[in-house]
């Protein structure tokens, strides 16, 4: 409350020195131009005195916004040169000048040659189309300009131009051939159901692009692009000029205008139907960065992180390319009636830059909360000494509350570490052995829950610690003494565990109570984020109109160990091999973001004096384990390959050479998918499934080895050992 008192004081200093109206002006008389000017001086200051960093409005915010405002408009760098940049360079360090002041004039006439670009590009599209291109000429088009210098001037930049369409043009080409190819691949083969319903598909998806000539999508495309951005009112450009400026401070800070904060509202009040999956643009293409547990795309299988989607097919067989689409658009083509068929083209990430489109098609659906609450099983498996054993896995996609229910007294509201508490609970009376904790692809949620959950495995203690921006400290604590659960634990997570994940990760980590083990460390998000309502600041000086809201980074986290969870996040005790090694997954891939520090430790407990011991042995026998098993040589494999594509720097422009290199990708794909398949075709459902969890599976059998290192339990023979890691020992869900 203090704090939210200290930003009303400043909100009420920036809107009384200087602004537009004052505390007795009369709404009616307000133009748009002087509220657009009232919420740019609001926005900014809120923002320079309020977040984290407390870095004041100055000539060196000023030239980052210039980079950013040109970066945020144009990350792939094929609208706007050097020529054009220099133009503007008069406005380089008076930014923050203008930003005091609520002029906007650098937003909008950069946009204006924003608008410009788009329809250069657009005729040049036209004109480059009718004359064609030769596909048997050695070229190759850099796809990931974003780290390249901007093209001097237009002569250069419009040789980029040719070579983007060229590309363009080359993926249809590959997509029908491709399709073709899978059709044929399946003819004169005895037809099973499922081949029926394959080529029925493939069939289905061959008339859908045979609608339209990829010239004419192409050019369908950049006419809806002209269109989207041409219509832009006045606050959405003001939206990408403030949100480059909130993200010169940190890559969590941004300004939602009046009606992104409406959608936003109306999107956490209604189920949403869609396809369960969180998209973000990425150098004009729109990249899937998180599957969401329950959804549509989940369920299904097929989408990952990483993936590009470059088309989206509706059940009527209308097509859009939507590459250089914004995100809010295409959104908006993927959402719509439940039970109705999208078909997603995408560009698979696990085959880096010169993958080959394929098409995906999900039924969409309502993305149900309870399938967002956690689940938990229990698994018969076996230790490296053949004793049976019985673990109990608990996933958790997210840390959740429902803050009403609890404020308004109702005993029995929903939270994450209440429904855990239960699972744990079903779990001793099945008497398992030991408890693992799926946090992959947590993205966070509630700090209170992680502080509830953490005490569910841990007595009275420090959970983590919070920095304000005027570096005072505050410890969580979990409240009581009692452990839920005093059994042996192993915690799996991944790059994309986050947030308030990372924390309950840390904090099992510090007090030593069980093992961490996944990718060589989570996401790296340690910040708090403030989220202001410039409606309320205004009508402190008698305004009421539609200002939109914003959003900074405050605060910072940091474990019991004194370690901040920021940037480099929390390091497991066991790595796992892993396709994100490949992949700039986390905050420190992010720009502006807030560096790693660490303040004092917090006194706190040990509860396995012996874990470094311990977990040296374990990952021992993991690496054996490992080096025995047939999933794990394929997966080694498959990384290595994907490994190269991700260094590629250029794809190539020469039909032949790109197919080539497609055939060769799907015969070493489907010789994969082939060995894999084999290895669990006489298992049961269960069995497959978890198959398919190399990393789940893995953490398992980690647990069951700390299990028996713990009991101090040693093998009686080399003979006896070398049958025992013979055998296949994947867990087996236990039916009720």
Known sequence: MKRYCNIIVSALIILTLGTACTAKADNAKLTEDQKLSVITKLASRLIAKNHYRQHPLDNKISSKLFDEYFKLLDPSKIYFTQEDIKKFEKYRYYLDDLARMGNNDFAFEVYKLYLLRLEDYRKFAEKELKKGFDFTKKESFSIDRSKLPRCADMKELKKV?????????????????????????????????????REKKLAALKKIWDKRTPEEKILKRLRDINNEMSQKDKIDILRFYLTALALTYGPHSGYLSPKDQEDFDINMKLSL????????????????????????????????????????????????????????????????????????????????????????T???????????????????????????????????????????AAFSGDPNFKSSSRDVAKILDKFQKDKVDGVVVDLRYNGGGSLREAINLTGLFIGKGPIVQVRQSDRSVSVKYDPDSII?????????MNKLTSSAAEIFTGAIKDYQRGIIVGDSRTYGKGTVLDVIDLNRLLRYINQDFPAGTVKF?????????????????????????????????????????????????????????????EIKTVKEWSKERLSKSPEYKVLLKNLKMFNKYKKRKEISLNEKERWGEYLQEKKMRDAN????????????????????????????????????????????????VAAITKMKKEPVAVKH
């Open 673 to 720: 998918e082939k060995y894999l398949s084999q290895l669990t075709d006489t298992a049961d459902d269960d069995k497959k499934d978890k198959d398919k969890d190399f990393y789940l599976n893995e953490a398992i059998h980690i647990l069951t080895d700390y299990i028996d290192v713990k009991k101090n339990k040693k093998p009686t023979s080399k003979a006896k």
């Open 553 to 613: 980074e405050s605060a910072v986290f940091y474990r019991v160990n004194g370690a901040s969870t920021q940037q480099l996040g929390v390091v497991p005790d066991i790595k796992l091999p892993s396709f994100t090694e490949y992949m700039e997954i986390g905050e420190l891939y992010n720009d502006n973001h807030l560096p790693w520090d660490a303040i004092n430790e917090v006194p706190h407990d040990f509860y396995d004096k012996k874990i470094s011991s």
């Open 273 to 360: 139907v869609g396809i369960g999956a969180v998209l973000t643009s990425d150098d004009g293409y729109t990249k899937v960065v998180k599957i969401i547990p329950g959804g549509p795309a989940a369920k299904d299988g097929k989408l990952k992180p990483e993936d590009r989607i470059i088309a989206v097919t509706q059940d009527n067989g209308e097509t859009t390319d939507i590459i250089d689409m914004s995100i809010s658009k295409v959104v908006e083509l993927i959402r719509g009636k439940k039970g109705t068929k999208v078909t997603l083209t995408i560009l698979p990430g696990s085959k880096g830059r010169n993958a080959v489109p394929v098409n995906i």
């Open 161 to 197: 131009w040719r070579k983007k369409l060229k590309n363009d043009l080359l993926y249809f080409k590959l997509m029908k051939r491709a399709l073709l190819d899978e059709a044929k691949d399946h003819k004169g083969k005895k037809e099973s159901e499922k081949d029926k319903a």
């Open 362 to 404: 999900l039924v969409r659906d309502k993305v149900a909360l309870k399938s967002s609450e956690a689940t938990g099983k229990v698994y018969e498996t076996k230790d490296r000494f053949g004793n049976k054993m019985k673990v109990g896995v608990i996933t958790l996609p997210r840390f959740y509350m429902d803050f009403k």
């Open 484 to 492: 839920h659960y005093k059994g042996p634990l192993v915690v799996l």
